[in-house]
């Protein structure tokens, strides 16, 4: 996620293969300087980074973070001008134990927070000169299992004992990982009761309103916008596995009026929400968003409302896709934020043979999964008397277990054939 401040200076990232344990800020009116201190998995502390900034500033300051119970979930900060240049002003790192170490640095300028939940810190990157002029965070879902197996545990004369905690409860794999996060001490045994791994981020706005929240059981397809000189409510609509009538939410925000409904419709098979981007401030009497952006992986859709007006709030991301979305809302829309997980898509796609056929028609991919589990064909018999598949429709397994059903390729008529995969393998 992010960064967040000026674009001057030279990028910088520190991903440590253990754990960040502590943290040394250099800093006056503005953070000059950021220095990290890290565990690796065998639990020695040996690591340090270099370090990010210049060599001003006249006061530093330690964060030592407990890495056995304690790790970062999210950072606030503010960033503005200081010395002729965009710099990060003032930094304030929380974790599950504390509620924040600092602000660093001079509160002035513009402020950033990043609400967060069920996500843990495990890296930073940015820009730097003679000052840190920019911020941001690597993320990883928080493990939720409770099986889990530190270091410190390998070398024991007697292993610790993984019971299970229902008759109905089944391990479905285990995984590596190190430290709190997934991918930072030990490993970890995942049970068939395991969260879905989402992360919670916002949201952002006004306190005003009551609060509301939709996880799609499947693929957002569609978002509905009602907007004037604020957003006045918002709808989503997404498509299930197994089942081909969409699912509708309730409409979030109500009758502030609006002038204007715009629907995004997004193609479940090639297209995933990434982030979205927004202004907030107040409108008759009260704190809501005044526009909304939405990003996908091939476009942009908005902004919806009125741009240039209130704060704005950007929420870069890499690497993650938007399930949902929560927030607040009364006569209008409060406050939202979203909710995001790791993508199941491979970002290598491998090399298949194919297509074969002839060079009409429109092009379709329904990209990577772990495996196909039917493949439903409409057969079709031409007067001629020879038969022909008028359309495919798949449905696959994805890494996390959940299914997922491919638009229908081809004609209408669903199905005249089921292939079911139960214990084989779909070899073409």
Not at 9 to 17: L, R, S, V
Not at 75 to 101: Q, W
Not at 164 to 191: L, Q
Request: aromatic fraction near 10%.
């Amino acid at each position: 996620m992010g960064p967040w401040g000026g674009q001057q200076g030279e990028p910088w990232a520190y991903k440590p293969d253990g754990r960040i344990t502590q943290i040394i800020v250099r800093h006056g009116e503005a953070i000059d300087t950021l220095l990290f201190k890290s565990e690796s998995c065998d639990g020695f502390p040996v690591e340090h980074s270099q370090k990010f900034g210049g060599r001003g500033g006249n006061r530093t300051n330690k964060v030592c973070i407990d890495g056995v119970e304690e790790y970062l979930t999210t950072i606030s900060m503010t960033f503005g001008e200081f010395d002729g240049v965009s710099v990060i002003k003032s930094l304030s790192f929380h974790t599950n134990l504390t509620a924040k170490y600092g602000p660093f640095g001079s509160k002035s300028g513009t402020s950033m927070s990043i609400p967060m939940e069920g996500g843990v810190i495990f890296g930073f990157h940015g820009r730097a000169g003679k000052y840190l002029n920019a911020i941001g965070v690597y993320v990883a879902p928080k493990s939720t299992s409770s099986c889990q197996i530190g270091s410190q545990f390998l070398s024991a004369p007697t292993p610790p004992k993984i019971e299970m905690n229902s008759a109905g409860e089944i391990i479905v794999g285990i995984e590596g990982f190190y430290g709190p996060a997934k991918g930072t001490d030990g490993f970890e045994v995942k049970m068939s009761s395991e969260d879905d791994g989402c992360i919670t981020i916002g949201p952002w706005g006004g306190q005003e309103g009551e609060p509301w929240s939709y996880k799609a059981d499947g693929r957002i397809t569609q978002i509905i916008v009602r907007h004037g000189w604020a957003v006045d409510s918002i709808l989503f609509q997404s498509q299930s596995c197994g089942c081909l009538t969409p699912e509708c939410s309730d409409k979030f925000g109500g009758g502030g009026g609006g002038g204007r409904t715009d629907k995004i419709c997004i193609d479940s098979a090639i297209e995933q929400l990434k982030t979205i981007s927004m202004t907030w401030g107040e409108f008759e009497g009260e704190h809501v968003i005044r526009s909304l952006c939405f990003y996908t992986n091939l476009t942009e859709y908005g902004p919806f409302g009125l741009k240039d007006q209130g704060t704005s709030v950007s929420i870069p991301m890499e690497g993650g896709v938007i399930v949902g979305f929560h927030g607040r809302a009364g006569r209008l829309l409060n406050a939202i934020g979203v909710y995001n997980m790791m993508s199941s898509m491979e970002l290598f796609v491998p090399r298949d043979p194919g297509p074969w056929g002839a060079s009409g028609g429109k092009h379709w991919d329904d990209g990577v999964f772990s495996a196909i589990k039917k493949v439903h064909l409409n057969i079709v018999t031409p007067l001629q008397g020879c038969s022909a598949i008028k359309a495919v429709r798949f449905q696959y397994e994805k890494a996390d277990g959940k299914c997922f059903r491919s638009p229908c390729h081809g004609g209408d008529g669903f199905p005249t054939v089921t292939v079911q995969h139960s214990t084989s393998f779909c070899l073409l």
